[in-house]
């Protein structure tokens, strides 16, 4: 068996036609013609959900199995994980890691790269820490990019969008762009590969995350608006549309709603090339195909633009989840069953016939498809860490709110920044150590950080007869308030989350 995972950075659900006809932001169809085409011959997740966000938290959960938000935020592979490539190569499959994901090579990620047989790194998404000339890049991309207030050419701050103008500045074609050399990078390694007995080939692709920088076609697809204008930006700050420095005209937010699908199609289009080369190479006989996101982008919905501030709504938790697996009777079909991202760690290792640990919080889908059960799980637990803390049954969404005075422990091997991930790490000197993770008995260490609030009372939705999440029925829903609160509860007693965690929230942990 061969396992082609594939992981597409921030892709709205409703971007894809296979989960809805037209987005929930515009009044237009996006092309996605080939994840359309795989989503007819794999088999669609209607209600799958994220678990701990966002990047690189999701990537730990992919790779080890640990929901890891109510213990710590963005950081390393621990040294008690046990990450696919690893279990997977002392099976004796061959991995590889092809990705333009630089957050995998920054401060606070450590450990994620490390254990695959291979990996290539595309560079210069986002703030990569590549090019350092022209020192004044395209006044006219800078302008559509960064706040002058904020951004400089002269900074030699850590977090600079002037990074992204100079790391894409001898760009020339289509093929240049992101997506189209990783996709490309993907199609080339499927195909020099073919003598291995067993491979698993993790491709991570940045794209479509911002900057919504696109070529043409793709930049003027889905906008009359002239894409060199500086007057409209292509990378919106996180916040709330109307205030601040996210705030944005409805100009402004047409034009990044329209640069964004064009990435998805941009992205969508160099899938394509991947299929072909499954179809070139008869992979499919041989190859499960696994096709998801880490979470969403808020793009004006409920007046937010970005992610992580916000209310964590469907638009980001929900996210897509496709799979092809060669002995499955369910293929062409739908699961409604609720799913969660950390599941996929089980799947994986289960199609390797690889022992899944005991410690892992991860379920295992494929008697899913297999067709031996409809049931999975009763609850799904989302959240960021030191944020909200949210769950759902499938039918609704319960978010609880924190109090952001009171601190959020972290539990790590390593020290971390709890909010500045990509920045040098500030010693800890208040912490202290001990066994303190229900998952393993390796000592750790424990340190405060600063929690924040997403939102100030409860959220309650039913997401079946309310997918847009339009209407709030906490305090009017009382016995189903009380219900997902009590869910809320169980699911984060089955996972022993820390009693600091119901303190911050006002729930008891009895």
Request: glycine share 6%; charged share 25%; proline share 6%.
């Amino acid at each position: 068996m061969n396992v082609l995972f594939i992981s597409i950075d921030s892709l709205r659900r409703d971007f894809l036609n296979t989960y809805r006809e037209t987005p929930a932001v515009v009044d237009y169809d996006i092309n996605t013609e080939n994840l359309d085409r795989f989503a007819q011959k794999a088999t669609v997740f209607d209600t799958h959900y994220a678990g701990s966000l966002p990047c690189m938290p999701a990537r730990r959960e992919w790779q080890t199995g640990i929901q890891e938000f109510l213990w710590r935020p963005w950081g390393p592979i621990e040294p008690f994980d046990t990450p696919l490539p690893q279990a997977l190569r002392e099976n004796g499959t061959l991995t590889q890691l092809i990705t333009d994901h630089y957050h995998y090579f920054q401060h606070g990620s450590n450990g994620y790269y490390e254990d695959y047989n291979g990996f290539s790194f595309i560079r210069g998404h986002e703030i990569d820490a590549w090019q350092t000339a022209p020192r004044e890049p395209d006044e006219q991309l800078s302008e559509q990019l960064s706040d002058a207030g904020t951004d400089h050419p002269d900074s030699l701050r850590f977090i600079n969008r002037i990074q992204y103008a100079r790391n894409v500045a001898s760009f020339d074609s289509e093929a240049d762009f992101f997506a189209p050399k990783v996709f490309s990078k993907v199609s080339n390694w499927l195909e020099r590969n073919r003598d291995w007995d067993s491979w698993y080939l993790n491709v991570d692709s940045f794209d479509v995350h911002e900057p919504f920088h696109c070529p043409e076609p793709y930049a003027s697809m889905y906008t009359d608006e002239d894409p060199q204008d500086s007057d409209i930006p292509v990378w919106p700050h996180y916040g709330r549309v109307d205030e601040g420095q996210s705030a944005l005209t409805d100009r402004e937010l047409d034009f990044v709603r329209s640069q964004f699908a064009g990435k998805v199609t941009m992205a969508d289009r160099w899938f394509g090339r991947v299929l072909d080369t499954l179809d070139e190479q008869n992979l499919w006989d041989e190859t499960m195909v696994v096709v998801t996101s880490d979470h969403g982008f808020l793009l004006g919905d409920h007046g937010w633009v970005g992610k992580n501030d916000s209310p964590l709504y469907d638009v980001l938790a929900r996210t897509p989840l496709m799979i092809w697996h060669p002995d499955s009777p369910r293929m062409g079909d739908r699961i409604s069953a609720l799913t969660s991202a950390v599941d996929l760690y089980a799947t994986v290792l289960d199609a390797f016939d690889v022992d899944i640990p005991v410690q892992t919080h991860s379920r295992n889908l494929l008697p899913l498809l297999m067709d031996e059960t409809d049931h999975h799980r009763d609850w799904a637990l989302y959240g960021y860490w030191g944020a909200s803390v949210n769950v759902t049954d499938g039918t609704y969404t319960y978010h609880h709110p924190c109090n952001a005075d009171i601190p959020t422990d972290c539990y790590s091997t390593s020290m971390m920044n709890s909010r500045s991930w990509f920045t040098p790490v500030t010693p800890k000197r208040d912490a202290d150590v001990g066994s303190y993770l229900p998952y393993t008995e390796s000592p750790v260490w424990r340190y405060a950080g600063k929690s924040y609030e997403q939102h100030t009372r409860p959220l309650l939705y039913n997401v079946q007869n309310d997918s847009r999440q339009q209407t709030n029925l906490a305090g009017d829903s009382i016995q189903v308030e009380t219900e997902m609160r009590e869910l809320l509860h169980k699911a984060m007693a089955e996972l022993g989350a820390p009693k600091s965690q119901y303190h911050r929230l006002g729930i008891t942990s009895d």
